[in-house]
């Protein structure tokens, strides 16, 4: 079944889950309206199921490859970008000075959510160029924001952002490459990067790339790594194209998935660059940006695992495979267990895209508010929404191989891309471990003041779900409690060690419990006997429950992790 954008979705998630609302109400983005979201929910769901979405097998039987120094995409890829930046879909949340937009980024999200089960791989891209125009938008000189955002923010130029190194992966400040100043106010950059997700392509332009390295003076580690902007080729004055820069792609990595997008290895030999932000403060020029990829990535995986459900479902709908207990469609959707891996896939879905908006929404609202307390939900939800986003779509992907029985491992049905495609998602932007070790350390350096007030906004919901329906209101009040406790422990825990020795299923328990809060939102909103309320109830019931176990294990400590000595781990 061809990929088809699930735009009602998205549309009852914002007006009744996460409170859009909220956000058109700002003078920020009073254009907002929902005339204008139906346009663009409507008009981005036809971009992706009609154009992007059948680009999405090219990807991955035709990757990315390198030709002389020249990287050629995969078949219809560039006929894509184009259309992507042709209809001003890099530039939704641009500011409009610059050509942009200027709408909520929650508008963003959701459009960066149906281009990832449309086709990962390409939507990589103006994924990467987003983050990057919010990177310079905070902390570029004027003069380089006139030059680079207007074409950016058109799609004519791309974005990439370079950190890792082959000694310096998640450890950043141990990078080697290095900027000599060139005495005309610009930069020679020297270095190597890996894995730099399209650092280049065929779709004409230009390639810019914010670049990590060290000045002269710059102290060792994270504090004296400075930001520069390196573009393939030199603009002009008038931003046309100049000469070459000192820079080239010398290998594409040959992956588990993503074929389509191409994973260079980037070298730069004394290549001209200039100074973004202040010397020696680059980490939190490009933390902007990281920021911004980190939802997003979370939203790949969402993605991900809508066009791994939508798959599966269509071929459960098909196969006829064995006899059930009872009468139904004759396919292999009767059977009980196929039900309940497409129902956990449908509910891990929700949980998981609600969360991501609801993500969104607080940013929306920091931007237009200038409050503290938004500040600090989008904080406190952006490990969340990353690693839980990823997790979800890692496991959907896989369950939707589980669904096709033995034609999932058979590649002609393209369940198997979905798994290779979305695999990654959990390891880039900061693995899922380093999101679950910045909410109980960083996140929770305000004494879980930001998570409390979350938690106490779930159990006032659940409190009123109780006595309009009991038997979903009470477990979600129940489990919200649990959460109170557990966090209230973790906070109280000065060894940092033991909290980062419980931080992933602590993070996993956080969601599993807004993952309930949303379903309940979601099916207060409707009749009883609707169909977000029954899937409400099997969220509720079946998976909910899960939250027990992983807090219980978050608070266990961190002894048993280095009981068994490192010698002994080969016995």
């Known amino acids: 079944m061809p990929y088809q954008a699930p735009v009602s979705e998205f549309r009852y998630i914002l007006d009744h889950v996460v409170g859009m609302d909220q956000v058109a109400a700002t003078e920020r983005f009073a254009e907002a309206t929902p005339e204008t979201v139906e346009a663009i929910l409507t008009e981005a769901g036809r971009l992706c199921q009609d154009v992007i979405a059948p680009l999405n097998r090219n990807g991955d039987l035709d990757p990315a490859r390198l030709e002389n120094g020249v990287v050629r995409t995969s078949k219809g890829f560039a006929e ?25 980024h929650t508008l963003t999200t959701v459009f960066n959510d149906m281009i990832s089960a449309a ?26 924001k006139q030059m680079y955002l207007p074409r950016l923010i058109s799609g004519e130029w791309t974005g990439t952002m370079n950190l890792t190194e082959p000694q310096a992966g998640s450890d950043v400040g141990a990078l080697r490459s290095k900027a000599e100043p060139n005495g005309d106010g610009s930069y020679a950059v020297t270095g190597q990067k890996i894995y730099i997700s399209w650092g280049d392509h065929d779709f004409g332009g230009n390639v810019c790339h914010l670049v990590l390295a060290r000045l002269p003076d710059g102290a060792p580690g994270t504090r004296g790594i400075s930001l520069f902007m390196v573009p393939k080729y030199l603009p002009n004055e008038d931003g046309s194209l100049g000469e070459a820069n000192t820079l080239k792609v010398v290998s594409l990595e040959h992956k588990l998935g993503l074929h389509g997008s191409p994973t260079c290895v980037m070298q730069f030999d004394g290549a001209k660059g200039w100074l973004v932000g202040e010397a ?14 980190r939802l997003g990535v979370g939203v790949q995986g969402i993605g991900a695992a809508d066009g791994a459900y939508q798959h599966a ?19 292999i959707v009767d059977h009980a267990d196929v039900r309940r891996m497409l129902l956990t896939m449908k509910a891990d879905l929700f949980a998981a895209r609600s969360i991501a908006l609801a993500c969104a929404v607080a940013l929306d609202m920091s931007k237009a508010t200038g409050e503290a307390e938004w500040e600090a939900r989008a904080a406190l939800l952006t490990p969340i929404a990353k690693a839980f986003g990823t997790e979800t779509g890692m496991r959907a992907a896989e369950t939707g191989v589980q669904v096709h029985g033995g034609m999932g491992v058979i590649e002609e049905t393209g369940a198997a891309q979905y798994s290779r495609d979305v695999r990654v998602t959990a390891i880039y ?14 996140k929770m350096a305000d004494g879980g003041e930001a998570a409390q007030a979350l938690i106490d906004e779930m159990q006032a919901v659940a409190e009123e779900a109780r006595a309009r329906n009991g038997d979903l209101g009470d477990p979600v009040w129940q489990a919200t409690e649990s959460l109170r406790e557990a966090t209230e422990w973790l906070v109280a825990q000065k060894d940092l060690n033991v909290r980062f ?8 328990a956080f969601a599993r419990v807004l993952g309930g809060h949303y379903h309940l939102k979601a099916a207060m909103e409707e009749a009883e006997d609707g169909p977000r309320t029954k899937l409400a109830r ?3 019931n079946r998976l909910l429950p899960e939250h027990v176990g992983l807090l219980a294990q978050s608070m266990v400590g961190s002894t048993d992790l280095y009981a068994l000595r490192p010698e002994e781990m080969y016995a």
């Open 80 to 104: 894509g970008y184009k259309a992507i930046a042709e209809g001003g879909w890099v530039g939704i949340s641009a500011p409009a000075e610059f050509g942009g937009m200027g709408l909520p």
């Open 119 to 144: 086709c990962l791989s390409l939507g990589l891209n103006p994924l990467l160029t987003q983050g990057q125009i919010e990177a310079l938008e905070a902390h570029a000189p004027d003069w380089m």
């Open 280 to 293: 020696h403060k680059g980490m939190a020029a490009m933390f902007t940006m990281m920021n911004n990829a």
């Open 313 to 331: 479902l269509a071929y459960a709908l098909d196969r006829k495979q064995g006899k059930t207990p009872v009468e139904g469609t004759g396919t």
């Open 429 to 442: 932007e900061g693995t899922n471990g380093i999101q679950a070790m910045d909410l109980v350390a960083r």
């Open 501 to 508: 020795a419980g931080a992933v299923p602590f993070l996993s």
């Open 538 to 540: 099997f969220y509720i």
